[in-house]
């Protein structure tokens, strides 16, 4: 019984949220009187089975549901003035409240037999499904102390969350401010150093030129003594082999001279013999 109970439980939990979809989808539209007391009957009877939920016997909370589902199923039947997607809902509000009366109609709670004995069991079955919804309910209530302790660390955390979001964000912002400044400030070190590198090279360059220009002054006068020696070498080797060629000269003519009084002399020499 427990379970059929929990099964009608679900099937008005069912029934009650077609009935909102079709009370929404009504929203401020105006409707008939017989429109207004037929919304007003099923939560007369919806209050009525929650009633019987907490302190009634089996056969009441059958009988609570049963009145429910009657409410809900001639509701399609007396609510003309609506338009065609609230009519939807309400058709499949009838349909699923009938369903649920045939079910319950026939359920074993309400054909219960006469004897004592099926009454101490329906009885005895009541006192368990009421002690299986205590545990539910416990156990909901659990649940929803450990919903709200989660809820409320989640939301601590959202909070931590979002502070430490906006400390990252400051931090980048002071990382970018930064890494700018320190940008710029490398930019400016490279320029200077690159303005130095072309102020070492122009000198440099002007000292190599200094240096390769006296070298040249110094090759210059190094080949200028050089030739001067050169010169003054050929000059003492020209007065030398002109020297020479004098001298070689004159001994010449004066063996010539002397090969010329020669003949002379031999014939003076004859003449006087």
């Known amino acids: 019984m427990e379970d059929m109970l929990l099964e009608f439980e679900k099937g008005i939990a069912d029934i009650l949220e077609l009935f909102n979809k079709f009370r929404d989808s009504i929203g401020e539209n105006p409707v008939s009187k017989s429109t207004r007391d037929r919304i007003d009957y099923f939560i ?63 359920s074993p709670i309400l054909t219960v037999p006469l004897t004592d004995k099926a009454r101490s069991n329906v009885s005895s079955d009541m006192q368990d499904y009421r002690s299986f919804k205590k545990q539910l309910k416990d156990t909901n209530e659990k649940l929803e102390q450990l919903n709200r302790k989660v809820k409320k ?46 102020q070492l090279d122009t000198l440099l360059g002007n000292a190599a030129s200094r240096v390769i220009v006296s070298e040249y002054a110094d090759s210059a006068k190094q080949e200028k003594i050089a030739a001067e020696w050169l010169r003054a070498g050929s000059l003492v080797c020209m007065a030398i082999i002109i020297g020479i060629a004098g001298y070689s000269f004159y001994e010449s003519i004066h063996q010539n001279f002397d090969l010329s009084k020669s003949p002379s002399r031999i014939l003076c020499n004859c003449h006087l013999d």
């Open 153 to 198: 660390s989640l939301d601590e955390s959202e909070v931590k969350a979002n502070i430490l979001t906006k400390e990252i964000e400051s931090l980048e912002e002071t990382y970018k401010s930064k890494i700018s400044a320190i940008s710029l400030a490398y930019e400016e070190e490279l320029k200077a150093i690159n303005d130095k590198n072309d």
């Open 44 to 106: 007369s009877a919806y209050e009525s089975y929650m009633v019987a939920l907490e302190k009634g016997s089996a056969e009441k909370i059958a009988e609570a549901a049963l009145s429910v589902c009657s409410n809900a199923s001639t509701i399609n039947m007396f609510v003309n003035d609506i338009d065609e997607q609230t009519k939807k809902y309400s058709k499949n509000l009838s349909e699923r409240a009938s369903f649920l009366r045939g079910k319950i109609e026939s």
